[in-house]
């Protein structure tokens, strides 16, 4: 069993930073495509970005693109987000999310592990 487990949310203004962390349990990590995810109050989850493990590969939502940064630290079993230029819009419970490739996945349904969540909010 995989667990996933986010910190760094919080409340910042428009304009500012904030770096999610999502450190997973397990011996494999740099053999699983890392995700990070959102929803919104009223909206679906949706995809963010995500991070290959063999090679690190990056890929963004278009939203996001320019603003945010996936990477990981395979040795700490750690994948991070750093959001810049941060937005109103932006406001969501982040979940980072797992599964055992090394290929780029962007659906929900791609992965299998994800973690509980953490709430960042954005004030305009």
């Known amino acids: 069993q995989v667990q996933l487990v986010e910190s760094g949310g919080g409340l910042v203004q428009a304009g500012g930073s904030l770096r999610l962390s999502c450190t997973a349990s397990g011996r494999t990590f740099r053999d699983w495509t890392m995700g990070w995810f959102r929803q919104a109050p009223g909206k679906e989850r949706e995809f963010v970005a995500g991070i290959v493990g063999l090679g690190g590969r990056t890929f963004y939502s278009d939203s996001v693109k320019g603003r945010f940064t996936i990477s990981r630290d395979n040795a700490k079993n750690t994948v991070f987000l750093q959001m810049n230029s941060l937005k109103p819009g932006d406001t969501a419970i982040y979940c980072c999310?797992?599964?055992?490739?090394?290929?780029?996945?962007?659906?929900?349904?791609?992965?299998?592990?994800w973690g509980q969540g953490t709430q960042v909010t954005v004030s305009s």
């Open positions: 999310a797992a599964v055992a490739t090394w290929a780029v996945r962007t659906s929900i349904s791609d992965y299998t592990y």
